[in-house]
C-alpha cells in the first residue's frame, strides 16, 4: 500500500498545481490509498517496514518488545506483496505476558476523536489471539487502544475503529503488537487515521419522516414492535376498537397470563433461585429512532383503559441510557396524551404500558394506538410513516423454520392514504456466509385504504441462516428493513428426550428460549438452584420448594440437569467471623460462605439430603464453581489445594451413598496450582469439569490445551471423561449501544458473527474428539432487554424474541450430525493446518474436515469423493451437491453410510497429505 501510496502523493503534488484538476487528484489519491474524505493520517514511523536497521536484519523505527520470562526476536520478512514485513517470534515462554513491538514516543492522538487503526497479519503457532494496542507509558492500564485479534496462517486485513476520551501525547505513546504463547506473527502495511465515529447498528431507516415509529397504528400487526424487558412479545392485536384505522395493540395483564421467568442465580436477591411474575411490559419498537442529539422530540400516543384510572408509563430512552419517563391515567375512552424530551445522543426509542410501579388491581387492560415520534416539542396529528408500508412476517417462532417446512413468510403492504399508490416492493435473501440474492419483486398499484397480503415464496430449501432484507420505494420515498431467519435441523422432533453432547450453564429465563434451544440441540442445563444457604437456611431444616420449581420446569423442557453445588458452606455453617459483611463479586454472595464449614460432617449431610431428594432426577453433581480461595475476601480460610480433596471425599460418600449411578464432577486442576499433590482430586472425581472462554483460538492451540489436561490426569494417577461446563464465544453483527463495547464479544465488523460461529463449531468439534463429553455453553440468565441487551453480550444464540444469530445454525447442524451415541474415532492432521476429525455415529460416520491455512484439493481426488454417494455439508448446515475444492478455515461435513464411502474419505484426505494422529 505504501509504495503505491508514494507514487500517487508524488503525482498529486506535480499535478495539483493545475487548479482544476488539483482536488480532484487529491481525492483520487485518497481512495487510492484506501483513505475517505475527511480522514487524517496519524504518524506511524516506517509502516510498511520497508527501511531496515543498520543490520539489515529488522524494521528500522520498531523495537522488540521482551516477554517477561521468555525468550524471541524481531526479524524482517517477506511483505504479503513482496518487500518487507515484521516478524516477532517467540520460543520460549515460561510465564507472564509474552512479546511483541511497537514504536515509543511517536504516536499521539487527540481526545473526544475517533480513529482506525488498519493492518494486515498472518500467524502460526499461536495459542491464542494477538493484540493490537495504543498504551500510555505513565499509566499502562489506560489503553487508548487495546483490541485482540486472531491471524490465521494467512494473511488477512484486519480494521478496528475506536474512540479516545483522553488524548496521549506522542512522548507518553506506545503503538505495539504483542501476543502470549509461543509462535510467531507477521504484520505489514499498518496505517492509523482519524475518522468518523462508528455508525450505530439497529437504526430505522426513516430520517426525514415526520413520524418516526413505523407502523404506529398497527395496520400490519405487531410488526417491528416488542415488549421491552420481556424476551417476547406480550398483548395481541384488536381489531375491535382503534383510535386510527383499524387496529389497536391490547395490553392485558391478567394473573395467570403474565409471563414467568425462572433464574437459578437472581442477583438482587444475593443469587438466590427464582420464579417471578413480569408486570413491567410496555411495547417499544424494534430499533432505535434517528433523532438529533440535545433537541426535543415529542412523544404521543392513543390509549384507553378497560376502567377509568388506568396509569399509563411512557419513557423516551436514548442511546446513552438515559430515559425520560411521564405518567399518565388512561379512562374508558380514547384519548390523546404526549410529552416532550431531549435525547443526548443521535439516536432513541420509545416505550409505553401500564405502570406497574402504581399497583394497578389485576386485571386490567390497556390498549395502545397511533403512536407517534416526530422532532420537536409539541405533537402534531397522527400520521403513518410513509402513506404505504410493508412487513414481512414469518409466522413462526422465532423466525425459526424446521427443514422441510415451506419458507413462505407473509408480505404485507398497507395503504394508509385516501388515493391510489404505486410502489415497488423487493426482499433480497443474504446466506449464512453474506451472499445476497433478490429473490422477489413487485410492483404494485395499491387502492386507498386497502391492505395487500401474499406469502411470499423466497426460494430458501436449505439449512442455514438468513436476513431477509426488506425494501419499498415509490413516489419518491424509501425505506428498507432487515428479518433475520433461520431454517435449522429438526433435532428435537427426532431426538425429543436425547443426551446429546451440548448444553447450558444456567438455564435460559424464559419458556420461549428454553423451546429455541431445544430446537437448537441444547439438551443439557447445569444449573446452581441447591446452594446450601438456600435449602438450608436453618440447621436442619430443608426447604426445596424452590428447588422443585426450578428442577421440574428444565425436566418439563426435556432438558437433563448437572447440579452445581456452587458453595463450600452457608451463613449458619460457615467459620467466617460473623462481622464479615460485603460480596463475592461476581456471584453476588456473601463472602461468609466461601469459607470452612465448621464440621465437614454438615457438609455431608446437606450433600446426601440433595441427592436423596432429587433421586432419579439428577444424576451429575458439581464441587463448587470455580473454587478460588479469594471470594471469602481477607483472611479466608478455605486453602483448596488442601482441602478441595475433603470436600470431594464427603460430597462423593454422600451422591454414591444415596445412589451408586451417580457421579461426581471435579473442578479443573487449574485451580489447584498450589496443591503438592493433585492425585487426591483426582481419585475422588468421575469426571472432570473445565471451564474455557478461548475467544478464537486456532485449532492447534485448543488441541495442545486439551492434551495437557489429559496428561496432567494420567501424571496423578489416571484419565478422567471431561465435561466443559462452561465455555463462551460471543458476537453480535449488529450490537446495541449496551453491548457495542463489550470486551467479551468479537468485532470483526459485519463477519464478527460467521467468524464467531465457525470457531464455536471448531471449537465443538474439536472438544468432542479431545475426550470431553459436554459442553455447555455460558448464557445470560437474564431477560434479553430489546434495543438494550446486557452489556457483556452474553446471549450467543438469539437476538430478541429467538430469532437466530449465527451461531445458533452452526450448533444446530453440528448437534444433529453428530447425535447421541457419537462417538470420535480419529483425528488426521495436514499442510496448510489441515485438521480432520472422524466420528461414528449410530448410523455411518462424519468427519470434520477445515484448513486454516487453506488449501487445493486434487481434482482426481475431488472427483472420487463426489462420486463415492457421500454427502456433504456447511458450517451453517447447507446440503452441498459436490465437495468445493477449496478446502477453507470453515468446517466441512463429510457423512457416510458405507465402508466404500469411508474408503473414499479415507483415500481423500490422503490425496492431501494428511496423517492420522496419535490418540490424545
Not at 243 to 252: Q, T, V
Not at 314 to 335: I, L, P, Q, R
Not at 588 to 605: I, K, L, N, T
Not at 747 to 757: F, Q
Request: one cysteine or more; a negative charge.
Amino acid at each position: 500500500m505504501s509504495r503505491r501510496l508514494l507514487e500517487v502523493l508524488l503525482m498529486c503534488r506535480r499535478e495539483s498545481t493545475n487548479a482544476r484538476s488539483g482536488p480532484a487528484l487529491v481525492a483520487l489519491c485518497l481512495l487510492a490509498c484506501g483513505l475517505a474524505v475527511g480522514e487524517v493520517w496519524v504518524t506511524i514511523r516506517n509502516a510498511d517496514f520497508e527501511a531496515l536497521d543498520a543490520a539489515g536484519k529488522s524494521p528500522a523505527s520498531w523495537q522488540y518488545i521482551d516477554p517477561m520470562d521468555g525468550e524471541g526476536a524481531l526479524t524482517a520478512d517477506d511483505g504479503r506483496q513482496g518487500g518487507h514485513c515484521a516478524q516477532v517470534t517467540c520460543t520460549r515462554l515460561t510465564a507472564g505476558w509474552g512479546p511483541g513491538f511497537g514504536q515509543s514516543g511517536v504516536v499521539s492522538v487527540e481526545g473526544d476523536r475517533w480513529y482506525e487503526v488498519r493492518f494486515w497479519a498472518r500467524a502460526e503457532g499461536l495459542t491464542g489471539g494477538a493484540v493490537v494496542a495504543l498504551r500510555d507509558t505513565t499509566h499502562w492500564d489506560a489503553n487508548r487502544l487495546w483490541r485482540t485479534f486472531f491471524p490465521g496462517v494467512r494473511w488477512r486485513e484486519y480494521r478496528f475503529r475506536f474512540p479516545v476520551t483522553q488524548p496521549l501525547p506522542a512522548a507518553v505513546s506506545r503503538f505495539q503488537f504483542s501476543f502470549d504463547s509461543t509462535g510467531s506473527l507477521w504484520v505489514d502495511d499498518v496505517s492509523l487515521v482519524e475518522t468518523v465515529p462508528e455508525p450505530d447498528a439497529n437504526v430505522l431507516d426513516v430520517a426525514g419522516r415526520k413520524n418516526l415509529l413505523p407502523n404506529g397504528s398497527f395496520e400490519m400487526g405487531a410488526f417491528g414492535w416488542a415488549t421491552y424487558g420481556a424476551d417476547e412479545l406480550f398483548g395481541d392485536l384488536d381489531t375491535t376498537t382503534a383510535a386510527d384505522g383499524k387496529h389497536s395493540f391490547r395490553l392485558a395483564l391478567e394473573p395467570a397470563k403474565l409471563p414467568v421467568y425462572y433464574n437459578d442465580f437472581t442477583y438482587a436477591l444475593r443469587s438466590r433461585a427464582s420464579h417471578d411474575p413480569v408486570m413491567k411490559l410496555p411495547v417499544c419498537p424494534i430499533g432505535y429512532c434517528p433523532v438529533e442529539k440535545g433537541k426535543p422530540v415529542c412523544f404521543s400516543f392513543a390509549a384507553r383503559g378497560s376502567r377509568p384510572g388506568v396509569p399509563i408509563v411512557a419513557n423516551v430512552t436514548d442511546g446513552s441510557g438515559k430515559a425520560t419517563a411521564h405518567t399518565f391515567v388512561a379512562g374508558a375512552e380514547w384519548a390523546r396524551f404526549s410529552f416532550a424530551a431531549t435525547p443526548q445522543s443521535s439516536i432513541a426509542f420509545v416505550t409505553l404500558g401500564t405502570d406497574a410501579d402504581a399497583k394497578p388491581d389485576l386485571p386490567v387492560t390497556l390498549w395502545v394506538d397511533a403512536l407517534q415520534l416526530e422532532l420537536g416539542d409539541t405533537p402534531t396529528d397522527y400520521e403513518p410513516t410513509f402513506p404505504v408500508e410493508c412487513a414481512l412476517d414469518t409466522g413462526h417462532e422465532g423466525n425459526t423454520y424446521l427443514l422441510g417446512e415451506a419458507v413462505t413468510p407473509e408480505l404485507t403492504v398497507c395503504n394508509h392514504s385516501g388515493t391510489k399508490q404505486q410502489i415497488t416492493v423487493a426482499v433480497e435473501v443474504e446466506d449464512f456466509f453474506g451472499k445476497r440474492e433478490k429473490r422477489l419483486e413487485r410492483r404494485l398499484s395499491v387502492s386507498p385504504n386497502t391492505t395487500l397480503r401474499e406469502a411470499a415464496s423466497l426460494g430458501v430449501t436449505e439449512p442455514g441462516f438468513y436476513r431477509f432484507h426488506l425494501s419499498a420505494k415509490g413516489d419518491g420515498r424509501q425505506t428498507s428493513r432487515t428479518i433475520r431467519a433461520a431454517l435449522i435441523y429438526p433435532f428435537a422432533k427426532e431426538y425429543p428426550n436425547a443426551d446429546g453432547f451440548l448444553g447450558v450453564n444456567h438455564a435460559f429465563v424464559s419458556d420461549l428460549y428454553m423451546r429455541r434451544a431445544k430446537a437448537m440441540g441444547v439438551t443439557w442445563v447445569r444449573s446452581w438452584f441447591c446452594k446450601w444457604e438456600d435449602v438450608e437456611h436453618q440447621q436442619g431444616t430443608f426447604d426445596f420448594s424452590e428447588a422443585d420449581t426450578q428442577c421440574r420446569w428444565i425436566r418439563q423442557h426435556g432438558m437433563n440437569v448437572e447440579l452445581c453445588l456452587s458453595d463450600p458452606a452457608s451463613e449458619w455453617a460457615s467459620t467466617a467471623p460473623s462481622t464479615l459483611s460485603g460480596s463475592t463479586g461476581n456471584e453476588a454472595q456473601s463472602p461468609r460462605v466461601w469459607w470452612q464449614p465448621e464440621r465437614f460432617g454438615d457438609y455431608e449431610h446437606y450433600v446426601r439430603e440433595v441427592a436423596s431428594h432429587f433421586k432419579g432426577r439428577v444424576h451429575h453433581y458439581e464441587v463448587f464453581n470455580e473454587p478460588v480461595n479469594g471470594k471469602g475476601g481477607d483472611g479466608g480460610n478455605l486453602d483448596l489445594a488442601h482441602t478441595y480433596p475433603t470436600f470431594l471425599q464427603h460430597a462423593g460418600k454422600a451422591i454414591r451413598s444415596v445412589s451408586p449411578e451417580n457421579k461426581l464432577l471435579g473442578a479443573g486442576l487449574g485451580y489447584f496450582a498450589d496443591a503438592p499433590d493433585l492425585s487426591p482430586i483426582v481419585a475422588r472425581i468421575d469426571l472432570l469439569s473445565e471451564h474455557r472462554y478461548p475467544r478464537l483460538a486456532p485449532t492447534a492451540g485448543m488441541l495442545s490445551d486439551f492434551r495437557r489436561i489429559h496428561e496432567r490426569l494420567r501424571a496423578a494417577g489416571g484419565d478422567r471423561p471431561l465435561w466443559m461446563t462452561e465455555y463462551g464465544v460471543y458476537a453480535d453483527d449488529d450490537p446495541d449501544p449496551t453491548t457495542a463495547d463489550s470486551r467479551f464479544l468479537e468485532h470483526c465488523g459485519a463477519d464478527s458473527e460467521k467468524l464467531a460461529a465457525t470457531y464455536v463449531a471448531k471449537h465443538h468439534v474439536i472438544a468432542l474428539a479431545s475426550g470431553f463429553e459436554k459442553v455447555f455453553f455460558h448464557i445470560g440468565n437474564w431477560p434479553f432487554v430489546v434495543n438494550r441487551e446486557h452489556g457483556c453480550g452474553f446471549h450467543a444464540f438469539f437476538e430478541w424474541g429467538g430469532v437466530p444469530r449465527k451461531t445458533y445454525v452452526a450448533l444446530n447442524t453440528l448437534a444433529y450430525l453428530l447425535p447421541p451415541g457419537t462417538r470420535h474415532v480419529r483425528t488426521w492432521t495436514g499442510p496448510s493446518q489441515l485438521f480432520a476429525f472422524e466420528f461414528e455415529r449410530p448410523r455411518g460416520h462424519v468427519t470434520a474436515l477445515w484448513a486454516e491455512g487453506g488449501l487445493t484439493a486434487p481434482a482426481a481426488g475431488l472427483r472420487a469423493l463426489n462420486a463415492s454417494g457421500a454427502t456433504f455439508a456447511n458450517v451453517a448446515g447447507g446440503r452441498l451437491t459436490e465437495l468445493p475444492p477449496e478446502v477453507e478455515d470453515s468446517p466441512l461435513y463429510l457423512s457416510t453410510a458405507t465402508d466404500a464411502q469411508r474408503q473414499a474419505v479415507e483415500a481423500f484426505l490422503r490425496t492431501l497429505n494428511a496423517e492420522e494422529a496419535p490418540a490424545q
